[in-house]
């Protein structure tokens, strides 16, 4: 094959390559979804989502040997473990799906190593066991509605005196 060829996959007969047709890179794009922001979902979306991260995550936890001291059998009932699990799919999903670099399964393997450390410290922390779940303690926060309004006057005022005094010719620093 001459090395200098630039044309498109359908012009080379011995590329290997068959062309994306248009039909087949609309589906291929519109399979490709960024991540789940479980905050905005509707209860139709949520209801998909959760079915496809649990499969997800049975898988995951069978082909890499997690115990409960990773992802408990509790794993949907902490937030903090559904964040870090949620997003440990979305970016598999990405480092696989067609459209993706040969890289981007190596890339997701390194992505995979500081949050198999996080999903042991959540995992840690709720002291859950193979048989038994314990619900997260979160500390409640005093009421600090007023203070938290006079901060941000108090911010928005200060800016707005130093807008007024900044010149208002050339760039701002």
């Known amino acids: 094959m001459d090395d200098n ?7 080379s007969p011995d590329s290997g390559l068959t062309p994306i047709e248009g039909t087949e890179l ?6 490709t979804s960024g991540p789940v922001s479980w905050r905005g979902l509707s209860s139709v979306e949520a209801k998909a989502a959760w079915a496809r991260l649990r499969d997800w995550v049975e898988w995951f936890r069978q082909e890499f040997g997690f115990d409960h001291r990773v992802v408990p059998p509790c ?13 440990l799919h979305d970016h598999w999903r990405s480092a696989y799906e067609p ?13 995979l ?3 198999e450390q996080r999903l042991r410290d959540w995992a840690s922390r ?12 979160v500390a409640v926060y005093p009421d600090d509605k007023a203070e938290w309004a006079a901060h941000v006057a108090a911010d928005v ?8 005094a900044a010149p208002t010719d050339g760039p701002q620093s």
């Open 157 to 164: 005022q200060a800016r707005a005196q130093r807008e007024r």
């Open 99 to 111: 459209l993706a670099t040969s890289a981007a399964s190596s890339e997701w393997h390194r992505g």
């Open 75 to 87: 794993w949907y009932r902490h937030s903090a473990l559904v964040s870090v699990l949620s997003a």
């Open 26 to 31: 609309e589906a291929l794009l519109a399979a």
């Open 113 to 115: 190593l500081p949050l």
């Open 126 to 137: 709720t002291g859950c066991t193979v048989g038994a779940h314990r619900p997260d303690v």
């Open 5 to 11: 060829w630039t044309g498109a996959a359908s012009e």
